[in-house]
């Protein structure tokens, strides 16, 4: 079971995204709220790639509206990267989370549901044809690049792929939670600068 038989051939990006909204490739559509597909340009020259919507994404419906997304438009800004110039995606277009009480806590998703959702990802990617992928975190650097991508070792590097380049770092969350966040976020700024400067 995957996403490939609901992803419509040869679509736009607004044909895609009303065709993920229902979407049962895996079993994630059953508990959250709704799909949360990709956003930007459809000519963007720079595609980011998260992980998967966190609880305020599902709400919202949109990507990167939480604290996440609040980290990463900051360092997007102090990078000199336009945010409202770039598509903003995520490996796994579904929320994945346990119930404890009333809060629903972030569970990373399996290999089984990362491939499940690939063909959306394709799909995104096949219709922007952007210069530059950015991989924030392990989940997608692994989608991206391959499946044994090492983010502690590669982060920050251009790596040629044969549609694009691509640099991966570190998901803004980890950032949050790191325990020396300036330094963290430091990092996190200079792989951005590496994106900023591969962009010419
Ligand atoms: N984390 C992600 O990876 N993506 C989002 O959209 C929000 C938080």
Same mark, same amino acid.
Request: charged content about 25%.
């Given at each position: 079971m995957d996403a490939g038989e609901f992803v419509p051939d040869g679509a736009d990006l607004a044909t895609l995204r009303r065709a993920a909204a229902g979407c049962h490739g895996c079993d994630l559509y059953r508990h959250a709220q709704q799909t949360v597909f990709g956003e930007g340009p459809d000519d963007a020259r720079v595609v980011l790639i998260g992980e998967q919507p966190g609880d305020r994404e599902d709400v919202a419906g949109h990507p990167f509206v939480g604290p996440a997304g609040r980290l990463l438009d900051r360092a997007l800004d102090e990078a000199g990267i336009d945010r409202a110039a770039t598509y903003l995606t995520n490996a796994v277009k579904h929320f994945k989370f346990v119930e404890r009480g009333k809060r629903r806590i972030h569970q990373q998703p399996g290999r089984g549901e990362i491939t499940a959702c690939a063909p959306w990802l394709t799909a995104e990617l096949a219709t922007i044809r952007p210069e530059l992928v950015v991989c924030l975190g392990a989940v997608a650097a692994r989608a991206v690049v391959s499946p044994s991508f090492r983010v502690s070792r590669q982060r920050g590097e251009v790596i040629e792929?044969?549609?694009?380049?691509? +640099?991966?770092? +570190?998901?803004?969350?980890? +950032?949050?939670?790191?325990?020396?966040?300036?330094a963290a976020y430091r990092e996190f700024l200079a792989d951005l600068r590496v994106v900023r400067t591969a962009m010419g």
């Open positions: 792929m044969p549609d694009y380049r691509t +640099v991966a770092t +570190v998901h803004p969350s980890a +950032v949050l939670r790191a325990p020396d966040r300036d």
